[in-house]
């Protein structure tokens, strides 16, 4: 099974402040992704990246940044955190080969805003 | 810009009944269908996965399908558990394959015993 970790599972941070969440993986997937869940809308896509250094935005990036330095660690920062973060913020991989892919979610980190 | 829409968005039937929930997409140029499972305040876990070439994939009492020219997957649960109340998502790979899923927003099934 592909390890996966996010940390911290949860976080209390105070409006205006950076915040940093960590997803880590143990093998060496090149792609990993960020979504944010919320009641209503579902799981949207915040980054993505395919590779070091290599990151994309996706549908909701606003607000946000991401840094790949290693293959393992894929970092989600809010440089200024507002209350329309919070939310629960879910990493993923993309595992398989070729054409037969599929993704797996780390367990998630629930961050309040306040 | 693909999009994904799960009916019912909620559903409660009886234990032992068989069900289907439905995905529907927009844009039919999938590469893969993937069904995930959410139980409340977890994270997603993978049911089910199917490729662009298949029609159905299963696993146990599950069966998902996929008809990519009409754009429509179906997930059916046979003989359902109260075991299996949870949130069913499903999510497509679209373009280049590169920028992950896109999600429907579920549909949060019930199981009465």
């Known amino acids: 099974d592909a390890g996966i970790t996010q940390s911290p599972r949860h976080k209390v941070t105070e409006t205006g402040t950076p915040v940093t969440l960590r997803c880590h993986q143990t093998?060496?997937?090149?792609?990993m992704y960020w979504y944010r869940q919320d009641p209503g809308h579902g799981l949207r896509l915040i980054h993505y990246s395919y590779g070091v250094k290599d990151t994309d935005k996706g549908e909701v990036s606003d607000g946000y940044s991401v840094s790949r330095s290693k293959t393992e660690d894929f970092l989600l920062t809010l440089e200024s955190a507002t209350s329309s973060q919070t939310s629960v913020y879910f990493c993923a991989i993309r595992t398989g080969v070729g054409h037969n892919y599929g993704y797996t979610f780390g367990s998630g980190t629930r961050l309040t805003v306040v | 810009k693909q999009e994904v829409t799960q009916i019912p968005a909620a559903l409660s039937v009886p234990e032992g009944e068989n069900l289907v929930l439905n995905c529907s997409f927009t844009?039919?140029?999938?590469?893969?269908l993937q069904w995930f499972r959410q139980d409340p305040g977890k994270g997603l876990t993978s049911l089910l996965l199917?490729?662009?070439?298949?029609r159905e994939q299963t696993s146990g009492r599950l069966n998902a399908s996929l008809d990519k020219s009409s754009g429509r997957s179906t997930l059916y649960i046979a003989a359902s558990q109260p075991g299996d109340s949870a949130t069913y998502l499903c999510?497509?790979?679209?373009?280049?394959?590169?920028?992950?899923?896109?999600f429907g927003k579920g549909t949060h099934l019930i199981i009465q015993p």
């Open positions: 093998e060496n997937h090149r792609y």
């Open positions: 999510a497509v790979v679209s373009g280049g394959g590169a920028d992950g899923l896109t």
């Open positions: 199917i490729q662009s070439s298949q």
């Open positions: 844009d039919s140029a999938i590469y893969n």
